[in-house]
């Protein structure tokens, strides 16, 4: 917990300090999803396996995805200022098909599709969702059988 909230922090000081370089706080949101997930899957044993997409999103983040994601794991209200100038940004979401056609694979995050039954993998369209199905599989059944049961029917 420890370091989720160095994490948290820093990735907030960079929102509130205006950092504009090419990082942003991306990086310590990844880490703060992998040690969120690593606790989720050794520890509480609600997580069967990492999911690598969140992860890929938040590296590839907007501003509004990720001042929402830090404003979330905070106590106090530093980032609501920077949420009402970021929430008009459109969210974005990873497709999870390898081989979607979009530009680094990223569409509008409330036009995405996600798969019913493990409710983790997102696409961007019902042909990327058939075309990634091979793939997605054999992770499907491990995630969906460890879903918490807020997770498993949106």
């Given at each position: 917990?420890l370091v989720i909230s160095y994490f948290v922090?820093n990735?907030?000081?960079?929102i509130?300090?205006?950092?504009?370089?090419s990082?942003?706080g991306?990086?310590?949101?990844?880490?703060?999803?992998?040690f969120?997930?690593?606790?989720a899957?050794?520890?509480?044993k609600?997580?069967a396996?990492?999911?690598?997409s969140q992860m890929?999103?938040?590296?590839?983040?907007?501003?509004?995805?990720?001042v929402s994601?830090?404003?979330?794991?905070?106590?106090?209200?530093?980032l609501?200022e920077s949420y009402?100038?970021?929430k008009s940004?459109t969210?974005?979401?990873?497709?999870?098909?390898p081989?979607?056609?979009?530009?680094?694979r990223?569409?509008e995050r409330?036009?995405m599709?996600?798969c019913?039954?493990?409710?983790v993998?997102?696409?961007?369209?019902?042909?990327c969702q058939?075309?990634?199905?091979?793939?997605h599989?054999?992770y499907?059944?491990?995630?969906r059988?460890t879903a918490p049961?807020s997770r498993?029917k949106?």
């Open positions: 917990q922090c990735g907030t000081k960079k509130l300090d205006g950092d504009s370089d990082d942003r991306c990086y310590d949101a990844m880490f703060v999803s992998f969120e997930q690593w606790i899957i050794a520890i509480q609600t997580q396996s990492c999911h690598w890929a999103v938040l590296f590839k983040s907007d501003k509004h995805t990720l994601f830090f404003r979330k794991r905070i106590p106090c209200k530093c609501d009402k100038e970021v940004i969210k974005m979401g990873l497709c999870d098909n081989s979607c056609s979009l530009p680094d990223m569409g409330s036009k599709l996600y019913t039954q493990c409710c993998a997102n696409y961007c369209s019902r042909e058939k075309a990634a199905w091979p793939l599989k054999q499907c059944l491990i995630d059988l049961k498993q949106r």
